[in-house]
């Protein structure tokens, strides 16, 4: 199998290499950050190009200068620092270990989000990892909270991440980049041109004694050995109409520890993850029309030296993704009407009976409508087709917006959308009874004001999230027969809050933003004696920026809290409160070091709800030169 999927993954590259979706943004490789602007240019709320002002949803776009100007690690990591979400890794940035795998978060909804790179869906058994693209070949990150399963279908419950890279259009250039630090040390280099541009690196991660909160938050106290990673990346301009990419990625990282408890064990495994994603698409000058193909491959392939034994949750799992779309502008409103087919492939490879499957197809629209200068609506459907080893399913998911301008730098939105979920590909392996269970389906509503004032934008949204039958563990108290949870509908899932957000381009030497959001997301758990709501995630959400740039100096200090916390084990989940200094210097036009110190108050800032740990207090030096 192994070298069928070798050579369905040679072919895809011989097909294709370079950039993708829906509005690949064109990066001069002499200019690679591009002019700030508080009213930037969407592209994945309503799959065609919008002022975020104009977008009737609430939107934040990571562009490439706040990327670098902010140090983050990864696409995770910048992920990560938004308002809004509070995604959970096994460490520091997203770290994983095999299927302990980091997941982007929104509004407190676990596994509910969307992730693609350039249109190309990331998401593999409902987990949405983005480790295999680089952070330099990004070129912004668009993230849209609220419904967005009319347009991109399953998994979009509580939102859509698309990470939009780089396409190339400059000059050659060859750039070189070298990070040391206590923790953590990289190598990369990337080739430039007017057609394309080659990435390839190495990252190291050095050990960690003691990687979680014990004795406080587990039973186990966990440590993490050294760590490696290579990556190659590669995004192409075909011709002004076609782009294409390809991302590769191998990590290699050891992981144990010692149980505390009634009866001790001991735990040391090594995981060895490949993952790979590459796509074409076509992008019509003239005609409306948008097409896309894209794979993703994944790899997870864990040893455990305890029992001397492979790690039972080994497997291969790839997908392959066609979109079509064309639209239409007739006078001042425009109709998008397309078709998705995708297919999801799963293969155990300790138990190898464990071979699964799923296709589904769909055909969605939306309708624009403006009805005045003032005044525009836009209605959306989406039907789609699922059929895999347990059932054949039909979804319909309706969709409305509303956006009203109260002037040209004043407008207020309505967002009310479907979203549903089926159950992981390989959750007919890992639920006892798996003919019970049923897909994740429910509404979002929200609604929000948009403001340009001069140098500031203010951006203030109103939600409420109502779905029914949650994916989860079935709990430790309550195993199947062999020992082990397994997948069940834990019971339904609510949330209502309210994000307030500012950000002030002061003058062009200061910036800052700032951000506060409460919610209330709760699950019903109809697994306990006195089935109740319960708290499920965090309530309160801060973030605050500040930056003072000049033709020489660069510095940003950022944070990010997480208040307000679920319980988990009887105990509530301490607050994670990361500070974050970043500094960039230039010697040159071509010659640059920057000093990153993340978590400056040294806290034990808990990565998820399980004890996992980020870094305590680390740097990094990165030296970056350019030929």
């Given at each position: 199998m192994l070298k069928k999927s070798t050579s369905k993954s040679a072919l895809m590259v011989a097909l294709v290499t370079g950039n993708v979706i829906w509005g690949g943004t064109v990066v001069h490789a002499e200019e690679p950050n591009q002019a700030f602007t508080l009213d930037p240019m969407v592209v994945t709320a309503q799959r065609m190009e919008t002022r975020d002002l104009d977008t009737p949803a609430s939107t934040t776009i990571i562009s490439d200068k706040e990327i670098k100007d902010a140090g983050y690690k990864n696409v995770f990591d910048a992920i990560d620092n938004q308002l809004g979400l509070s995604s959970t890794g096994y460490g520091d940035a997203?770290?994983?270990?095999g299927f302990s795998s980091g997941r982007t978060v929104i509004r407190g909804f676990d596994r509910g989000t969307l992730v693609m790179v350039d249109g190309i869906p990331m998401n593999l058994k409902n987990y949405n990892s983005a480790d295999s693209i680089p952070i330099s070949m990004v070129e912004r990150i668009e993230i849209v909270k609220g419904a967005a399963g009319t347009l991109y279908g399953a998994e979009a419950m509580g939102g859509v991440v698309n990470i939009i890279t780089k396409r190339p259009s400059g000059k050659e250039r060859v750039t070189t980049r070298s990070t040391i630090g206590n923790y953590y040390k990289d190598y990369n280099v990337t080739l430039a041109s007017e057609d394309f541009m080659i990435s390839?690196?190495?990252?190291?991660?050095?050990?960690?004694?003691?990687?979680?909160?014990?004795?406080?938050?587990?039973?186990?106290?966990?440590?993490?050995?050294?760590?490696?990673?290579?990556?190659?990346?590669?995004?192409?301009?075909?011709?002004?109409?076609?782009?294409?990419?390809?991302?590769?990625?191998?990590?290699k990282i050891t992981r144990g520890g010692h149980k505390y408890a009634s009866t001790p064990v001991d735990y040391n495994y090594r995981y060895e993850d490949t993952r790979m994603t590459t796509g074409l698409n076509y992008t019509g000058k003239n005609n409306g029309i948008k097409?896309?193909?894209?794979?993703?491959?994944?790899?997870?392939?864990?040893?455990?030296?305890?029992?001397?034994?492979?790690v039972d949750s080994n497997a291969r799992l790839d997908s392959y993704v066609f979109d079509f779309q064309k639209q239409w502008n007739i006078k001042n409103d425009s109709f998008i009407l397309g078709y998705t087919l995708r297919r999801e492939n799963y293969e155990g490879l300790v138990k190898k009976t464990n071979v699964a499957h799923r296709t589904d197809n769909a055909i969605y629209l939306s309708y624009d409508k403006q009805f005045s200068d003032k005044f525009k609506t836009t209605l959306?459907?989406?039907?789609?087709?699922?059929?895999?080893l347990a059932t054949d399913k039909d979804i319909l998911l309706p969709q409305i917006q509303t956006l009203y301008k109260f002037d040209e730098d004043t407008s207020w939105y309505i967002n009310i959308g479907k979203a549903f979920q089926m159950p992981a590909v390989d959750s007919y392996f890992t639920s006892s009874n798996y003919t019970n269970l049923?897909?994740?389906?429910?509404?979002?509503?929200?609604?929000?004001?948009?403001?340009?004032?001069?140098?500031?934008?203010?951006?203030?949204?109103?939600?409420?999230?109502?779905?029914?039958?949650?994916?989860?563990?079935s709990g430790s108290k309550n195993l199947g027969s062999d020992g082990k949870q397994y997948i069940v509908n834990k019971g339904d899932f609510r949330n209502t809050?309210?994000?307030?957000?500012?950000?002030?381009?002061?003058?062009?030497?200061?910036?800052?933003?700032?951000?506060?959001?409460?919610?209330?997301p709760e699950i019903y758990d109809k697994s306990a004696k006195k089935p109740e709501w319960i708290q499920d995630s965090g309530r309160l959400d801060l973030i605050a920026g500040i930056t003072y740039n000049?033709?020489?100096?660069?510095?940003?200090?950022?944070?990010?809290y997480l208040g307000d916390r679920e319980d988990y084990n009887d105990r509530q989940i301490p607050v994670r409160a990361r500070l974050t200094l970043n500094t960039m210097y230039s010697f040159t036009s071509n010659d640059n070091v920057t000093l990153t110190i993340n978590n400056l108050l040294d806290?034990?800032?808990?990565s998820n709800r399980y004890g996992n740990l980020d870094l305590p207090l680390n740097w990094k030096v990165m030296y970056e030169h350019t030929f």
């Open positions: 997203g770290q994983e270990f390839a690196g190495k990252e190291y991660s050095n050990k960690r004694s003691h990687s979680n909160d014990y004795p406080n938050g587990s039973e186990t106290d966990w440590w993490v050995g050294k760590g490696q990673t290579d990556r190659a990346a590669i995004t192409a301009r075909l011709s002004e109409e076609v782009s294409a990419n390809f991302f590769y990625q191998n990590g097409a896309m193909i894209g794979y993703n491959y994944r790899k997870a392939n864990g040893f455990d030296y305890i029992k001397n034994k492979a959306g459907l989406r039907g789609e087709k699922f059929s895999d049923v897909p994740e389906q429910g509404w979002n509503y929200e609604t929000g004001v948009k403001k340009l004032d001069g140098n500031k934008i203010y951006k203030l949204s109103i939600y409420h999230m109502k779905f029914k039958d949650k994916f989860g563990w809050g309210i994000e307030f957000e500012v950000t002030n381009k002061v003058d062009d030497n200061w910036q800052y933003r700032l951000g506060a959001g409460y919610g209330n000049n033709k020489k100096i660069m510095s940003d200090l950022t944070f990010k806290r034990d800032n808990y």
